[in-house]
């Protein structure tokens, strides 16, 4: 009898600390496979014990067809407000494509598309971007290469890119046929009116790549910081100072002054992005920790992405002073989104959940998972279509593989 009040408390006692103790996370599922692969991952984090209230916010091509715009002002306001995102994926079509799908009151308005993913990461200067690409032990998709004698060898990758998510050529800041003061701004530089004074001005198309000291030491930074806590031995700047003189060239110098200033217990290696593509399939176990500007730390994540299995397994965070966004590296897959039984490997979309535990230091939890998804793909008994290396189509699922809930279910029965 006196026991039951006590209990009884007890459980009170729990309860409030559980819902004191809760996260709130903005769950953004998007488009297409998006919310497949979102929908699975909440899943597991919920299996895995993570005390979380997610809140779904609108992104997305279905809010740019009803209201014109695929980044609301509300999904915003809720990023700012709980700081910590989980993103499935976006669908982006041409201009023309994005007119035409418009509510007809939207249409002929002057409303001009643009990616929410990219959006996002400009409006919050989400300015580092972290790809891990680990092998997974077991995993059909994992690089081999012919080794002595004709036999194959399979290294093992463990890469971190760290990417700068903001600036340089997809900074956005481009022309056709720019105005005259670009123009003639142009005209002043040596190299411009030798070769390309004669051509017509119309004719003319300007990227630019501008690169700022600030957000070039933040992932440098970034890089070397997590090179330490991880015990990397080394750095790689991968981007081209030999020839793309002032931008990479500023990012070469100020690595080897932060190298030799705050971390001189690393090494700094330096490679150019196209040979680095080269030495990508014959040594990638010599790598760790690379940094790169944006374009390059897009085409070297890609590269070895495909090393370790694909957009299956690419996962990645968008980190900024005040939010971060957790994301997978693929698309939303339309043509995947109509099947009655999701077919796709949710497997990026939960490495990436792994890495918002890490950021909000619920570090233990993604070891948990990490270590689930390792002895699912270790033991090799249920996978996706892409592990099986099957064309993506609806039967896929009668051959044996295993459907996106499949596989969370696999992950979840080891958590
Ligand atoms: P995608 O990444 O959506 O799909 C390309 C192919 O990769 C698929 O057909 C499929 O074979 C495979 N794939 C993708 N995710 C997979 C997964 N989880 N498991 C197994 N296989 C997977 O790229 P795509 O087809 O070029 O673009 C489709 C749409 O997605 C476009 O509208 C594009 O603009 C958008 N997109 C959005 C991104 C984002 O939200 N961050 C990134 C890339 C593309
Ligand atoms: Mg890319």
Redesign the pocket.
């Known amino acids: 009898m006196f026991f039951f009040p006590l209990f009884l408390g007890l459980i009170n006692l729990n309860q409030a600390f559980s819902t004191m103790s809760k996260r709130t996370i903005v769950s953004m599922p ?5 919310s497949n ?1 979102l929908e699975e991952c909440i899943r597991v984090l919920d299996a895995a014990g993570f005390a979380a209230e997610y809140i779904e916010a609108d992104i997305g ?1 279905e809010f740019w067809r009803k209201e014109g715009n695929p980044l609301p002002e509300r999904t915003l306001k809720l990023l700012e407000e709980h700081g910590v995102g989980l ?7 041409p201009k023309e494509e994005a007119n035409e799908e418009l509510d007809e009151s939207l249409r002929d308005k002057g409303l001009i598309y643009s ?1 929410p ?1 990219v959006g996002l990461r400009q409006h919050f200067n989400l300015d580092v971007c972290i790809r891990p690409c680990h092998t997974y032990p077991g995993n059909p998709l994992n690089f081999v290469r012919r080794a002595a004698g004709d036999s194959l060898d399979e290294p093992e990758v463990d890469v971190v890119v760290f990417r700068q998510n903001t600036e340089g050529l997809y900074g956005g800041v481009e022309w056709t046929d720019p105005p005259d003061k670009v123009y003639e701004a142009l005209m002043s530089h040596p190299r411009f009116v030798k070769n390309f004074s004669e051509v017509p001005k119309n004719e003319l198309s300007v990227s630019t790549r501008i690169f700022s000291k600030k957000a070039s030491a933040r992932i440098l930074r970034a890089a070397f910081e997590y090179a330490r806590k991880y015990n990397y031995t080394s750095v790689t700047l991968c981007e081209k100072p030999n020839v793309i003189r002032e931008t990479s060239g500023m990012m070469f110098r100020l690595a080897k002054e932060i190298q030799k200033n705050e971390y001189p217990g690393i090494e700094l290696w330096n490679t150019n992005i196209d040979a680095q593509m080269m030495w990508l399939t014959k040594n990638p176990e010599n790598y760790g920790v690379i940094v790169a500007g944006n374009m390059f730390g897009d085409i070297v994540s890609d590269g070895f992405a495909g090393l370790i299995g ?3 397994f690419a996962c990645s965070a968008n980190i900024g002073e005040n939010v971060a966004v957790f ?10 989104a109509e099947y009655a039984n999701s ?7 939960v490495e990436s959940a792994c890495m918002m535990l890490d950021h909000i230091s619920e570090n233990e939890m993604a070891s948990k998972i990490r270590a689930a998804i390792a002895r699912v793909v270790k033991e090799g008994k249920v996978r ?3 592990m099986m290396k099957l064309p ?1 189509k609806e039967n896929v699922l009668m051959q044996g593989a295993a459907s ?1 809930s499949d596989m969370a279910d696999a992950i979840i029965s080891l958590l």
Not at 328 to 336: D, F, L, V
């Open positions: 998007g488009d297409g496979i998006g692969v091509w993103f499935g994926a976006i669908t982006s079509k990616s993913i694909g957009l299956g994301e997978p590296t693929h698309g939303s897959a339309p043509k995947y077919i796709v490997n949710p497997i990026a979309m996706t279509y892409d993506g996106t």
